[in-house]
């Protein structure tokens, strides 16, 4: 059974920096896509990054472009999301997941494991 966990969300100034990991259990993760999604106090999930564990290619939404960096440590079994110059509206649970597909998606419908999230608050 494949589990992804989450860390590092917190309280940050806007302007600031943070870093999520997910650590990832139970799988073969070179066959997998993990994904970064968030969701805000009444809003819709939304995709936040991607990246495919064997060849790193990554994707990221437009509103996160140039700020957010995902990577990944294979030998950990980690997922990373470096968020720099947060801002309010990036205010919202992060969730990390998984995807047993060598291709990247946008789609939260298509990934398969989720961690419980955790929460990040940019305050002004």
């Known amino acids: 059974q494949v589990h992804v966990v989450e860390s590092g969300g917190g309280l940050v100034q806007a302007g600031g920096s943070l870093r999520l990991s997910c650590a990832a259990s139970?799988?073969?993760?070179?066959?997998?896509?993990m994904g970064w999604f968030r969701q805000a106090p009444g809003k819709e999930r939304e995709f936040v990054a991607t990246i495919s564990w064997s060849g790193g290619s990554t994707d990221y939404a437009d509103s996160v472009k140039g700020r957010f960096t995902i990577s990944s440590d294979n030998a950990k079994n980690t997922v990373y999301l470096q968020m720099n110059s947060l801002k309010l509206e990036d205010t919202a649970v992060y969730y990390c997941?998984?995807?047993?597909?060598?291709?990247?998606?946008?789609?939260?419908?298509?990934?398969?494991?989720w961690g419980q999230g955790t929460q990040v608050t940019v305050f002004s």
């Open positions: 139970g799988g073969t993760f070179s066959r997998y896509t």
């Open positions: 997941t998984a995807r047993f597909s060598r291709f990247r998606s946008t789609l939260w419908s298509e990934y398969d494991y």
